[in-house]
């Protein structure tokens, strides 16, 4: 708790910028609310278009994307995302895919996601996760 | 008493006597015809001469008056020698008395002509020849003669004829009758005597034509030297020598006997023993014949002979023993006739001895032999035509021929004329038709067969007619019985159904046996061989059929050198058919054949052979009963699954197998439907003979005879118990599958729902303070929603959707890695025994996975033992066969790696093991187990391409054994690095729009995929060809190409290399109805559009990740 209270101040300090891509409205709503209480600034986006769009026009410091996503993927977002952004932190949070075989955290690390989570992640795993990359980033 | 006129008168007729004895001397046997009117000319002048010098030697009573014995000559000359004689006689001698003149010139005249007419008159009435008349008649005659030669003296004047009278009256009644008796003796003994010598002449004519004229075979023999003195005509054609020839000729040359043993019979011969000798006689043509000779010896011009009659009995022969009673009779009458012949005692013993001989021929030949005089009269008949017409010789002497030989036509029954007649007619030879009977004087009717020649005397004159003829009733009855056996065997041989065939064979230099002629063949033959007679005949069978096997000819070989028959069936390919033959040896180097074509037989045979061999062989059961359900055969297949051997259920009622799962209404039903003629379908559950069941499928049906009735049963059956397991399993593993794919589609939905629970709760939870009641809610959800997400987890490892990493690992590893668990998990009554495999092979999988797998193994034994036992955990390599994993589905042979958990807990009954690995089914108390640790088991050893199996016996405890594939050594090397992606799998991706295919292959290339791109089928198929199909792991297409398809490309490259993994997308929906099809090829199917973990996933499971 202390911890996390230290990392809010350095956080309300820097005003980092998340950007979390998730086609389910609750986890969206849950991240964010979780890191804006963290203080920081979340975009929003509920699918992966959307989460391109968003990041052209108010580039983030970090993003946050589920993998199985209709349409536009975590992959595919990853791999957009490194074109441009060769070193921007990148988690992706796998739900689980239906009906596929493939484990797809393997995948989504080498198309470029700094780390990767299984739903449902710990919430303060995922705090651990986002300031060790934005701590990392500066 | 005058003594000078006694004195003279005797002298008279001394010189009388003296006379006629020396006409007698010079006189000629008797003739006829033309002849014969000369002979009595000669005899009258003779006569006439006679008494012209009897008269001129006279004494003169007184001159003109004179006495002689002329009287006595014209009486005997008119009495022996008949009126043309003593006219002459009595002309010449009266006009020598006339000439003579005197008192008594008419007178001497008168007893001319009254002692001549008197002998004419005396020979007249006699009814028997003047030579048999005895001497009183004929002193009498004498007497009567001369007391009327008295009489007319008294021609003369009374006084002077009684001077005469009284001086000539006594001396010539005492003188001349006497002399009448004396000469006429004499004359009587010299007729005899002519006659005699007559009678032999005939007999030798007779003789002589018989021999010369016979078809009878004659030979005339020295018994000597053995030389042939004269043989017949008939011999001559029988021999085949001409009569010059034959004459040259000794026995030996045609008899075949040795030259002592010939000797000898001639020697018994002369001994007088007379021979009938069955022999062997040689032709000279070199041919044998049977003969039988009877042979005796014969005086012929006072040369000892034998005689030979020859009769060919080969033909004969064959009846002979039928005949031989019958030669046997014949002989020995013929014998007894030959004796009484013997006996009779004949006046001359020159002519008894030739006649005797002459006799003997004629008696002893087996012909009837009549002969008869010039007029047709029966002269002479031999026993055996006594015998024939039954007229005994002396009956029939002097009858007409027709009455003793009567013959009529066989056919026509009219009478024949007799061959007499025409021999007397055109004086020849004439042989008699054939169908002629002879009607014997009782009424036989009896076939004979012969010929008629005329008898010549030494003139060549005829004198009369022999008849040979013969008793053809056994011949003919032999013969007919042969021609109707000939015509059955004819008729047989023609008409059997059997193919029979003569052949000669025909051999080499060496004697081998080469090849076969055809001589004789039947209608059967052409019709089962194809070949017709007249192609047949004549040619050999390497000619007519030059695939004859050696076989054949090698077989008829050996038959027609040894003689010894054969039976034996074999295939002709020539004529490709199978017959049955007899081969036999007629005659030597020949081979007759007997066959029949048994094709269809042996058709039928191989047929039954097929069917039996069929049903012997067959994995079916097959079961036959009688109408009563007595078993009567079954075959092998019962046996294996039955238990039971044959002798064990012959004879038995297949009730042996009832299990009692089918109640009578079952059994009742069944035997409903076959006695109603219908066929039974229906499943069995049986009991072996070991007490385990088994399911079998079963077709009863009746068994019906020609009739159409029912004469037994026969039930095919099919056991189906393994069937039934695996459509069990089957169904079983669809069942998981199902479960597992709904459990696996809720998992995604329920992890973005747990993960809104469960961090909701943990903001409530910084939010609350920790001592505030809710606070400690937000926790229970926290806690609520970590055992979901446990849950979700574990559902998902069960539909085998868990992400996995799957690399090279040793279970040995990952059992000891446990181990420290175990010890917490089992407590202290549980002790845990690891016997694991010192050379295990590695697999691939999931490290954590298989901890998870072994964790829950051992909680449901710990479970098992609650009061302690024993757990074993043991690892193996286990290899196995296709039929070991025949009845698992999904599981290819291989090596495995085996990981037994085993305890010594309750077990568990059958109806558990049902359901064992079914999610959420426990026999635990609720709350104690979640029902999905033998799920997540089943759903972890399933994506690893694993099977389970389990055995349990009830208070004794369960094993359960897991079995994973093995890691070959080429897997080995490759296997290992990251996300169960196998590195440097080549992709050869075909697209023809440039975007997608930039997009899909940066894709697929930063999922360390290597990748080939082309644009069209062809580029494809150009790349493959220059590349080798095999370098690519994958090929990934866009259905829809320039040219030709992704479709046509996938079948093209699967030619080549058909085990290459196809994954075609397309952006068409139409596309979809392809899908069958492509389904059955084993193509996937990737729907356009498609997101990046989709592409890969496909990618990952068409490559069979």
Same mark, same amino acid.
């Given at each position: ?138 | ?309 020859? #009769?060919? &009995?080969? *033909?004969?022969? @064959?009846?002979?023993? !039928? /005949?031989?009673? %019958? ?5 020995? +009458? ?64 002097? #009858?007409? &021929?027709? *009455?003793?030989? @009567?013959?009529?036509? !066989? /056919?026509?029954? %009219? ?5 007499? +007649? ?684």
């Amino acid at each position: 708790m202390k911890h996390w209270e230290i990392k809010c101040e350095e956080g309300a300090e820097s005003m980092k910028t998340i950007l979390i891509i998730d086609d389910d409205e609750a986890v969206l709503g849950l991240f964010a609310q979780f890191l804006e209480a963290k203080g920081y600034t979340v975009l929003q986006a509920a699918d992966g278009c959307e989460g391109l769009r968003l990041f052209e026009t108010d580039p983030p410091d970090l993003v946050i994307t589920d993998i199985m996503m209709p349409e536009m993927d975590g992959l595919e977002i990853l791999q957009n995302l490194r074109k441009t952004s060769p070193d921007l932190p990148v988690i992706a949070i796998s739900g689980g895919m239906r009906n596929a075989t493939i484990n797809f955290l393997p995948h989504a690390k080498t198309f470029g996601a700094c780390r990767v989570f299984e739903k449902p992640v710990a919430l303060s795993d995922l705090l651990q996760a986002v300031e060790e990359l934005l701590g990392g980033t500066g | 008493m005058n003594s000078p006129v006694f004195k003279a008168l005797i002298e008279n007729g001394a010189l009388l006597l003296a006379l006629v004895a020396l006409y007698v001397l010079f006189a000629r046997t008797e003739t006829t015809g033309a002849k014969k009117r000369l002979r009595q000319v000669v005899t009258g002048v003779a006569a006439g001469l006679l008494g012209i010098a009897l008269m001129q030697a006279a004494y003169a009573l007184q001159p003109g008056i004179i006495f002689d014995t002329r009287s006595v000559l014209l009486c005997l000359c008119g009495l022996f020698f008949g009126a043309v004689p003593v006219w002459i006689a009595m002309g010449m001698t009266a006009a020598f008395r006339l000439y003579q003149g005197g008192v008594a010139a008419w007178a001497g005249t008168a007893v001319i002509f009254a002692t001549g007419s008197a002998g004419l008159l005396l020979r007249a009435r006699l009814k028997q020849p003047p030579e048999t008349l005895r001497a009183l008649h004929l002193y009498l005659f004498g007497l009567v003669v001369h007391l009327i030669m008295l009489a007319l003296m008294f021609l003369m004047p009374l006084e002077t004829a009684l001077n005469t009278v009284r001086q000539i009256g006594l001396p010539v009644l005492l003188i001349y009758p006497a002399a009448v008796l004396v000469v006429g003796l004499l004359l009587q003994r010299s007729i005899r005597q002519q006659r005699t010598v007559a009678a032999l002449q005939t007999y030798e004519s007779t003789h002589r034509n018989l021999f010369e004229n016979n078809h009878v075979i004659m030979l005339l023999v020295d018994p000597q030297d053995g030389s042939i003195v004269d043989a017949n005509p008939a011999a001559c054609a029988f021999y085949g020598w001409d009569r010059k020839t034959m004459q040259s000729m000794d026995l030996c040359e045609i008899n075949t006997l040795p030259p002592d043993q010939i000797r000898k019979k001639i020697e018994q011969v002369c001994d007088g023993q007379r021979h009938t000798i069955q022999l062997r006689h040689r032709l000279a043509d070199g041919s044998e014949r049977e003969v039988e000779v009877l042979c005796g010896p014969i005086s012929i011009g006072g040369r000892e002979l034998l005689y030979s009659i020859v #009769h060919d &009995i080969t *033909e004969r022969k @064959r009846v002979e023993t !039928e /005949q031989a009673d %019958q030669i046997e009779q014949a002989q020995q +009458a013929r014998r007894a006739l030959l004796s009484v012949v013997e006996d009779q005692k004949l006046a001359e013993a020159a002519l008894q001895k030739s006649e005797e001989n002459l006799r003997t021929t004629l008696n002893s030949i087996g012909d009837a032999v009549i002969s008869t005089d010039i007029g047709g009269r029966v002269v002479s008949m031999n026993p055996v035509a006594e015998s024939l017409t039954g007229w005994s010789g002396q009956q029939a002497s002097g #009858h007409p &021929i027709e *009455e003793v030989f @009567r013959i009529i036509n !066989e /056919q026509t029954r %009219q009478t024949v004329e007799s061959p007499v +007649a025409a021999v007397l007619k055109n004086g020849t030879v004439v042989g008699l038709a054939n169908h002629t009977l002879l009607l014997a004087k009782d009424g036989r009717e009896i076939p004979i067969a012969d010929s008629g020649a005329p008898i010549r005397n030494a003139d060549g004159e005829t004198t009369g007619v022999v008849l040979v003829f013969r008793d053809q009733t056994t011949e003919r009855a032999a013969r007919t019985a042969l021609e109707e056996s000939e015509a059955r065997y004819r008729l047989l041989f023609e008409n059997m159904t059997t193919g029979f065939a003569v052949h000669e064979m025909i051999y080499d230099e060496h004697d081998n046996p080469v090849d076969y002629r055809f001589l004789q063949v039947n209608a059967a033959f052409e019709d089962m061989t194809g070949l017709a007679a007249e192609k047949a005949i004549g040619r050999t069978a390497r000619e007519l059929l030059p695939a004859t096997e050696e076989h054949w000819i090698q077989a008829y070989g050996k038959v027609a050198l040894t003689g010894e028959p054969i039976n034996f069936e074999n295939y002709s390919k020539a004529l490709d058919k199978y017959f049955e033959v007899r081969a036999f040896c007629p005659a030597p180097h020949r081979f007759a054949v007997v066959f029949s074509d048994i094709t269809q037989r042996k058709e039928a045979e191989a047929e039954l052979t097929r069917l039996s061999t069929a049903i012997e062989q067959s994995p079916e059961t097959v079961v036959i009963t009688d109408t009563e359900g007595i078993i009567q055969y079954v075959n092998p297949a019962f046996e294996k699954i039955t238990g039971y051997s044959v002798a064990e259920v012959i004879g038995k009622n297949p009730r042996i197998l009832q299990s009692g799962h089918h109640d009578a209404r079952f059994y009742s039903d069944l035997w409903e439907t076959l006695h109603a003629g219908k066929t039974w379908n229906g499943r069995f559950i049986n009991k072996r003979k070991d007490g385990s069941f088994y399911t079998e499928e079963a077709a009863i049906s009746p068994v019906r005879d020609a009739g159409a009735n029912i004469t037994g049963y026969v039930a095919v059956k099919r056991n189906i118990t393994a069937e039934l397991e695996r459509e069990e399993m089957f169904r079983q593993s669809q069942k998981m599958d199902s479960v597992g794919q709904l459990a696996g589609g809720i998992a995604h939905d329920f992890n973005n729902m747990l993960q809104a629970i469960l961090g909701f709760a943990e903001l409530l939870l910084e939010d609350l303070p920790g001592t505030s009641r809710n606070y400690q809610n937000a926790k229970e959800i926290k806690k609520a929603a970590r055992r979901a997400a446990e849950l979700t987890r574990k559902l998902l490892a069960f539909s085998r959707k868990q992400p996995v990493n799957k690399k090279e690992i040793n279970l040995n590893d990952t059992v000891q890695d446990s181990e420290v668990l175990f010890h917490t998990l089992l407590g202290e009554s549980i002790r845990l025994d690891l016997q694991l495999a010192g050379d295990l092979r590695p697999i691939c999988a999931d490290h954590g996975q298989l901890t998870q797998v072994i964790m829950n193994l051992a909680v449901n034994a710990r479970d098992a033992m609650p009061d302690g036992g024993r757990l074993t955990i043991a690892t193996d390599n286990v290899i196995l066969s296709k039929e070991d994993t025949a009845v698992l589905p999904d599981v290819s042979p291989g090596g495995f790696v085996c990981l037994s958990v085993t305890d010594t807990g309750c077990g568990m009954p059958q109806e558990v093991q049902n359901h064992l690995f079914e999610p959420f089914f426990t026999t635990k108390a609720v709350g104690k187990g979640t029902g999905l640790g033998l799920a997540v088991v089943y759903g972890i050893v399933k994506q690893n391409k694993g099977w389970i199996h389990v055995y349990s016996e009830e208070g004794h405890g369960t094993s359960v054994k897991i079995y994973l594939p093995a890691l070959t050594d080429k897997q080995t090397t490759a296997a290992g690095g990251v996300a169960g992606t196998r590195k440097n799998e080549r992709v050869l991706l075909v697209e023809d729009d440039p975007d997608v295919r930039d997009v899909v292959v940066r894709i697929l290339k930063t999922a360390n995929y290597q990748v080939t791109a082309v644009a069209s089928a062809e580029e494809a198929l150009a790349c493959c060809t220059k590349e080798s199909g095999e370098a690519f792991d994958l090929l990934f297409s866009d259905m829809v190409l320039p040219g030709k398809s992704g479709l046509e490309l996938a079948d093209a490259l699967q030619e080549k290399n058909p085990g290459l993994p196809v994954l075609l997308y397309s952006g068409y929906r139409d596309q979809r109805e392809r899908w069958e099809s492509l389904d059955r090829k084993g193509y996937r199917f990737l729907q356009k559009p498609f997101t990046v973990s989709a592409l890969l996933n496909a990618v990952h499971e068409t490559l069979g990740n």
